[in-house]
Nanobody, 117 residues
Framework: QVQLVESGGGLVQPGGSLSLSCAAS????????MGWYRQAPGKQRELVAV???????DYADSVKGRFTISRDNAKNTLYLPMNTLKPEDTAVYYC???????????WGKGTLVTVSS
């Protein structure tokens, strides 16, 4: 069974920080592209950041310089420390795993990040 379990969400004031984690199991983590996506109420789900098995990263313009995606292949874990959070960062954040060659894609259930004063 495949599981992606996010953790670390919560309530934080603007300018604050939170760190998200995604624990993956049931997949060969080392061959999957991993990513963080987010979805706010009434909006489409959007890409936040992605990272390849080798560690190459890409970010949405809205989070560049504030969020950092990383992975620990030995621990099958994906990370997203987030700094200088803004109210517009408020969303449910989802962990994603993708192996395009086999058309495989998996999603976690999400963790809610609320940035509010």
């Amino acid at each position: 069974q495949v599981q992606l379990v996010e953790s670390g969400g919560g309530l934080v004031q603007p300018g604050g920080s939170l760190s998200l984690s995604c624990a993956a199991s049931g997949i060969n983590f080392n061959v999957f592209n991993m990513g963080w996506y987010r979805q706010a109420p009434g909006k489409q789900r959007e890409l936040v950041a992605v990272i390849t098995p080798g560690g190459t990263t890409d970010y949405a313009d809205s989070v560049k310089g504030r969020f950092t995606i990383s992975r620990d292949n030995a621990k099958n874990t994906l990370y997203l420390p987030m700094n200088t959070l803004k109210p517009e960062d408020t969303a449910v954040y989802y962990c994603n795993a993708q192996f395009r060659r086999l058309g495989l894609e998996y999603w976690g259930k999400g963790t809610l990040v609320t940035v509010s004063s």
